[in-house]
């Protein structure tokens, strides 16, 4: 049985599983990511915790294995240089060259790195709802706004590897503070941390109580307010309605870029359905020139919520995946 | 010699030219367009033109001619149906399947159609400044603002045809009106038509007298305006750097998406060089966030400004071309 391992590296815990032919993780295993402050000791610990998950799966399948290789999604994570570079949300800081230090380590074919939106886009092309689709676009609404491109049946990379940032797209002029010093990018209103913000925002301008009182402040999350709305809730419907009508907007003139047949969207606030995709699609519509009106679709991703970063870290070393990449996969082979 | 023809299809004026296999523009002949109201009636006329070069060429040949076949640049010329669609400025309407009218007129290898600002994309590939350049963008300033997206080495179609239309991104909420109902898109602003607007603005609002006050209100061009401002006018420098910093930010939003190694501007507001390139790059510069700073070049096309259309339209079907296109150019074949 062909075996990939996918790794997705988050700010605060790294989770390792072993992915089945169909897209299941079947073994995993996870550790602390915030323990470690150098990339050397990091690749240390996670190859341990690689052959954890390997050992697992070889005892659990009756025939032979045959393993694929490793994929790693992690923010800033670079596929063309196989480094992490200048991680905002990890210890360890400047380029860690993470593809190197696990080649060292692990006898494996092949290893690859990319981003976790990169990740979550190659997730839903080989396992997910986009099969038949050659040119999409998927956005990842988690802490930031991560986005991945498939133009003609292969990733953007773009000249560096950093291609599809759209969450640092200007969509209010003088708007909200983000990171980079920069206002009013389209992930301080339409990641799960903007659609908070925003929830506080029309807290605080139309007052009154909301169906999210008794819970503690800071463990209302997005998906609790899409829910909210979904009940009812006229402050939580509002902040949908908003983050729609701005996602829809930017969607729109991303449209006019790639122009991709369909946007995948994934996330806690996308799980509630049609209470954030309603509003989206009505925005899109109205933002998009007449040539591109009723023909480009705006889809729940199908990669289950808790998986879908290890399965598109793995999925990034599946053969179906270096077939539709022929140019760029030959560079880390 | 292989020779390859070139149409450039304009709301006035339709040229027809020869191009030899270093991308100069040998035998050449016109004819009105606005002269036809219907697809078939043009394409009748457009292959006597087509007729007519070739048999000058074969005539001004001393060596057996090989044909590779015609590329055609039009507007809403679009290359996965070889139909132009709807265009704005042509008085034929609806659908017109010039590729199929004109395959079933002319006996040519293959015959292609794409919009002309995708044809000047190719052209700056396969005979201009980005032969080396795998991602990059190219910017027409013209009556409109058009763009042709390479990414890995191919020309971005997306699933219909449409990619590309930066022109339409949205940069000044509640802007300027534009053909489609719109208001404060790039093109309204960055395009020759859009300097003009703004140069008029400048002078409504800051009265006095300009360097352009002799000439015909109708005969000033955006070429006008950037000589002026490059001779000192100041309220046609106000008018270029106003121009600048808008169209730097939008390519600034625009590297987000699929982050080129460059971008090159054409047309003749570009023409004066450094007068609108100067204050674009330090707008787009400053509007970058960190990871895309100070790699990514703003470059003036190399292609000649009258033949660029016919030399873009005919790279369309070189074997360059074909190479590194290989998915798209197969559907045509």
Chains 1, 2 share one sequence.
Not at 2 to 7: A, R, W
Not at 220 to 233: E, L, N, R
Request: net charge negative.
């Amino acid at each position: 049985m062909n075996l990939s391992i996918g790794v997705d590296i988050g700010g605060t815990n790294s989770c390792v599983g072993v992915v089945r032919p169909d897209g299941v993780v079947s073994e995993r295993t996870q550790f602390r990511t915030n323990e470690y402050d150098n990339g050397t000791a990091y690749a240390n610990r996670l190859a341990v915790a690689v052959r954890e998950v390997m050992q697992l799966a070889t005892a659990n399948t009756n025939e032979p294995v045959t393993w694929l290789g490793l994929g790693v999604g992690a923010p800033n994570g670079n596929y063309l240089s196989g480094c992490i570079e200048e991680p905002p949300n990890l210890r360890f800081k400047g380029t860690t060259p993470l593809v190197e230090l696990l080649n060292e380590r692990l006898e494996l074919p092949r290893i690859a790195l990319t981003n976790d939106a990169n990740a979550a886009a190659i997730g839903e092309k080989i396992f997910g709802a986009a099969k038949e689709y050659r040119d999409f676009i998927m956005i990842t609404l988690g802490t930031g706004l991560g986005s991945g491109i498939f133009v003609n049946n292969q990733l953007v990379y773009g000249h560096d590897g950093f291609a599809g940032e759209l969450g640092h797209i200007s969509v209010i002029p003088d708007g909200r503070y983000c990171g980079f010093g920069r206002r009013g990018s389209l992930e301080n209103y339409c990641s799960a941390t903007g659609i908070r913000r925003t929830y506080f925002e029309m807290i605080a301008q139309r007052g009154g109580s909301t169906s999210l009182d008794d819970k503690p402040l800071g463990a209302i999350t997005a998906k609790d307010i899409a829910d909210a709305a979904d009940a009812g809730d006229e402050i939580a419907k509002a902040t949908m309605d908003f983050t729609g009508r701005l996602l829809g907007e930017a969607l729109a003139s991303t449209a006019l870029v790639t122009s991709p047949a369909a946007f995948f969207l994934f996330g806690g606030p996308v799980q509630a359905g049609e209470i954030l995709l309603e509003p989206t699609r009505r925005s899109f519509e109205k933002h998009l020139i007449p040539p591109f009106k009723n023909k480009i679709k705006i889809i729940e991703s199908a990669l289950p919520m808790g998986d879908a970063a290890i399965i598109g870290a793995a999925a990034l070393i599946t053969p179906e995946n270096k077939k539709t990449s022929p140019n760029l996969l030959s560079d880390v082979l």
